[in-house]
Structure formats: structure tokens, C-alpha cells
């Protein structure tokens, strides 16, 4: 059995990890501003965890879950489009 070697993959360039950098500062500071049930979402989902799950940490229903993972995703998106456009 012969296994072809990938080649690794270039290294990104200085603005291109400046702009990442960028992007993670935007994120975390978006965040920092959710009203606290939404951060508190982001977190949990962030950990790992389904949105049964969150229901269940939560003591809230599914369907409270997946309406405030909208409402925070579309903040988020609000704050976030202008790092990466």
C-alpha cells in the first residue's frame, strides 16, 4: 500500500492573522455586550453542549433555546459582518 505525503499547507500570512485576531477581539466584545440569558447561551453552546441540553441546564423549554440561539445569533451576526466583509 503506498500513502502519498500531503504537503503541509503554507503558512497564513501576517494580515491574515492580524485580521483573525481581529475578528476574535469583535466576537468577544459582541458577546461581552448579550443580555445575559444570550451570553449565557453562547457559553453553553461554546462548551459543547445541544440545545436539549441547554433546555435542560436552563430549566427552560426547547423551544425558549432555539428562539434566544436566533435572537443571539443575529446580534452577533450585527456586530461581527463589518470584521468580515
Known amino acids: 500500500v503506498t500513502v502519498a505525503a500531503e504537503a503541509p499547507a503554507p503558512a497564513p500570512s501576517a494580515e491574515a492573522v492580524y485580521q483573525e485576531g481581529a475578528l476574535l477581539r ?20 461554546s462548551s459543547g453542549l445541544s440545545y436539549e441540553q441547554m433546555a435542560q ?16 445569533m443575529n446580534q452577533l451576526r450585527l456586530e461581527v459582518s463589518p470584521w468580515t466583509a
Open 26 to 45: 469583535a466576537l468577544h466584545e459582541a458577546v461581552s455586550r448579550l443580555p445575559a440569558p444570550l451570553s449565557e447561551l453562547f457559553h453553553l453552546r
Open 57 to 72: 441546564v436552563l430549566e427552560v423549554p426547547l423551544g425558549t433555546v432555539k428562539s434566544r440561539m436566533n435572537q443571539m
